[in-house]
T-cell receptor, first 115, second 112 residues
Framework: EAQVTQNPRYLITVTGKKLTVTCSQNMNHEYMSWYRQDPGLGLRQIYYSMNVEVTDKGDVPEGYKVSRKEKRNFPLILESPSPNQTSLYFC??????????????FGPGTRLLVL | LAKTTQPISMDSYEGQEVNITCSHNNIATNDYITWYQQFPSQGPRFIIQGYKTKVTNEVASLFIPADRKSSTLSLPRVSLSDTAVYYCLVGGRMDSSYKLIFGSGTRLLVRP
């Protein structure tokens, strides 16, 4: 089944404790991205990757890191999480980078609470 | 980058037609307009996409006027299960950037 998976689905951590949220897709997609979703703010793109070893900042990259060493995986790294990074995070992928015409496939989300 | 503006929320009743409009005044020539639906605790999913005029599929229609500065998602005869948040997305190519910018979404509540 074609899908985007994220792990963990729920995470509670404390300020400053490094964490990684994994994202994997099995559709051989080139484009992958991370979003955070906060009440009233919709979906905001954190980082995106157009292919292996090619990443770039989205609208809200501060406090986050990403890597794309393999085509299928795109982990999101919070080196020193802070409470303002408490949010719902979504990973998404599409066949190619595009000017929006490629359908984005979203993962199920990771709910993060930083104490 | 085309910024989108949508109503924050809308209410409707079962069986009615619902039209949600998205404004995107700065849409670029090559940008497509895509709508996504999101249920609570789930990732958004694709509903419909268009470039100009009208597009229809099994779940919705998308109307895009000639100037393409807005678009309207039309949901015919909504049911309770259409209660969700609807996002309008306009392609975000700018220079070498492949950013995608979603709007804040429209929360649709369908009442019995």
């Amino acid at each position: 089944e074609a899908q985007v998976t994220q792990n963990p689905r729920y995470l509670i951590t404390v300020t400053g404790k490094k964490l990684t949220v994994t994202c994997s897709q099995n559709m051989n997609h080139e484009y992958m991205s991370w979003y955070r979703q906060d009440p009233g703010l919709g979906l905001r793109q954190i980082y995106y990757s157009m292919n292996v070893e090619v990443t770039d900042k989205g609208d809200v990259p501060e406090g986050y890191k990403v890597s794309r060493k393999e085509k299928r995986n795109f982990p999101l790294i919070l080196e020193s999480p802070s409470p303002n990074q408490t949010s719902l995070y979504f990973c998404a992928s599409s066949r190619t980078p595009s000017q929006g015409q490629e359908t984005q496939y979203f993962g199920p989300g990771t709910r993060l609470l930083v104490l | 980058l085309a910024k989108t503006t949508q109503p924050i929320s809308m209410d409707s009743y079962e069986g009615q037609e619902v039209n949600i409009t998205c404004s995107h005044n700065n849409i670029a020539t090559n940008d497509y307009i895509t709508w996504y639906q999101q249920f609570p605790s789930q990732g958004p999913r694709f509903i419909i996409q268009g470039y100009k005029t009208k597009v229809t599929n099994e779940v919705a229609s998308l109307f895009i006027p000639a100037d393409r500065k807005s678009s309207t998602l039309s949901l015919p005869r909504v049911s309770l299960s259409d209660t969700a948040v609807y996002y309008c997305l306009v392609g975000g190519r700018m220079d070498s950037s492949y950013k995608l910018i979603f709007g804040s979404g429209t929360r649709l509540l369908v009442r019995p």
